[in-house]
């Protein structure tokens, strides 16, 4: 399969937890972002890179969340102290940039649920 | 930053009737625009894109037009079929950094 990968797809935490996701993007690709979607929203933008490079974060990612990608190629989001309202379905996207499209490619998603 | 609107919310279609979706952005700066289609539990897809050197694109029953000045783009779907039902966003980037989604379009074909 050579599209963008996630683990795990699911994950049930207590409060108070932390977790930790990996998003495999396409090989090829050099730019990586992560969302966050709710239940009929669309996606909310969290976070890119560029490369290794962490480029842009949202307000929405507070000093509890933290991103890396340390070699370029596959990422982490990191939640620490989860809360209920950090429930929600976490999308990673990757993409070619300085390529001839600028089209994103999603994964399936990791679903938290904080309970 | 950019604030993209998306309306309406749900749309209901007949088989074979057409569908529009219609998105505003506000920042001027914006020049790539994707429309997505998200199936229940499954991730969004690509279905069409644009960008703002170009005023319609048109991929077999599935158009989008960008009128920039109005800082407006539309999605068309035509011969609409059951297997079109999901849920549609529409997204505002400049240069590829950051998207902005749409609150998303819940569309129902009815048979």
């Known amino acids: 399969d050579t599209g963008v990968s996630q683990n795990p797809r699911h994950k049930i935490t207590k409060r108070g937890q932390n977790v930790t996701f990996r998003c495999d993007p396409i090989?090829?690709?050099?730019?990586l972002y992560w969302y966050r979607q709710t239940l009929g929203q669309g996606p909310e933008f969290l976070t890119y890179f560029q490369n290794e490079a962490q480029l842009e974060k949202s307000r929405l990612l507070s000093d509890r969340f933290s991103a890396e990608r340390p070699k370029g190629s596959f990422s982490t989001l990191e939640i620490q102290r989860t809360e209920q309202g950090d429930s929600a379905m976490y999308l990673c996207?990757?993409?070619?940039?300085?390529?001839?499209?600028?089209?994103?490619?999603f994964g399936p998603g990791t679903r938290l649920l904080v309970l | 930053g950019e604030n993209v609107e998306q309306h309406p919310s749900t749309l209901s279609v007949q088989e074979g009737d057409s569908a529009v979706i219609k998105c505003t952005y506000s920042d001027s700066a914006s020049n790539y625009f994707p429309w997505y289609k998200q199936e229940l539990g499954k991730r969004p897809q690509l279905i069409i894109d644009?960008?703002?050197?170009?005023g319609e694109k048109k991929d077999q029953r599935i158009a989008v037009t960008l009128n920039k000045t109005a800082k407006h783009f539309s999605l068309h779907i035509t011969e609409t079929q059951p297997e079109d039902s999901a849920v549609y966003f529409c997204a505002a980037s400049m240069g590829g950094n950051q998207f902005y989604f749409g609150t998303g379009t819940s569309l129902t074909v009815i048979p």
């Open positions: 644009i960008r703002s050197n170009v």
């Open positions: 090989s090829e690709h050099n730019r």
């Open positions: 996207a990757s993409t070619l940039v300085g390529g001839p499209a600028k089209t994103q490619y």
